[in-house]
């Protein structure tokens, strides 16, 4: 079971998201960014969140790995890429 997936998104104020059929695409200040995903995984915008359902229970780890990466094409088009070396 993933828990990670049942996190829902937050959009930050200034980030537009535009769902298509097995597609997303998030535009913000820093640029747009697109991710595409198969029919395993439901994305629905509610707001300002994002929540994403499993289309089965077997494609419940498909579900919390698309929640992380559509949470990291947000962070991406609004914070941009950071490394920190330590």
């Keep these: 079971m993933s828990r990670i997936g049942n996190n829902p998104v937050k959009l ?4 537009e998201v535009t769902l298509a059929e097995g597609q997303i695409k998030v535009k913000g200040p820093l640029g747009e960014l697109t991710r595409t ?7 629905e915008k509610s707001g300002d ?8 229970p077997e494609n419940r780890a498909m579900h919390g790995t698309l ?4 949470a ?3 962070k991406g088009d ?3 890429l950071q490394m920190k070396l330590t």
């Excluded at 969140?49 to 089965?56: E, I, M, W």
């Excluded at 929640?67 to 559509?70: P, Q």
């Design 12 to 15: 930050p104020p200034k980030v």
């Design 37 to 43: 995903f198969g029919s395993t995984v439901t994305i």
């Design 49 to 56: 969140t994002l929540v994403l359902k499993a289309a089965s």
């Design 67 to 70: 929640r992380a990466r559509v």
């Design 72 to 74: 990291g094409v947000v």
């Design 78 to 80: 609004t914070d941009g």
